[in-house]
Nanobody, 116 residues
Framework: QVQLVESGGGLVQAGGSLRLSCAAS????????MGWYRQDPGQQRELVAS???????NYADSVKGRFTIFRDNAKNTVHLQMNSLKPEDTAVYYCHALGRTYMNYWGQGTQVTVSS
């Protein structure tokens, strides 16, 4: 089992920045990749960014050039640096980890609100 604890959400004005962090514990040796998803009420959860254990990254088109995902393997932590935030980035952001047996793990979610 893997446990994920997120931090760093909040309220920011458009054009501002936030950094989300996710600390993994438990069977972290089994993690293939980690990432961030977001979800608006009534909408499907969508991938924002992901990073593999080898460092390969993937971003949603809507955040390319504004968001950066990076990880600290020694601390089993993944971060999402969000710059040039827009009101449409407002959502609950969830940390995700994919295990070797394709088990999905989720954090509790953290609210990001961008005011115009």
């Amino acid at each position: 089992q893997v446990q994920l604890v997120e931090s760093g959400g909040g309220l920011v004005q458009a054009g501002g920045s936030l950094r989300l962090s996710c600390a993994a514990s438990g069977s972290t040796f089994s993690i293939i990749s980690m990432g961030w998803y977001r979800q608006d009420p009534g909408q499907q959860r969508e991938l924002v960014a992901s990073i593999t254990s080898g460092g390969g990254t993937n971003y949603a088109d809507s955040v390319k050039g504004r968001f950066t995902i990076f990880r600290d393997n020694a601390k089993n932590t993944v971060h999402l640096q969000m710059n040039s935030l827009k009101p449409e980035d407002t959502a609950v952001y969830y940390c995700h980890a994919l295990g070797r047996t394709y088990m999905n793990y989720w954090g509790q979610g953290t609210q990001v609100t961008v005011s115009s």
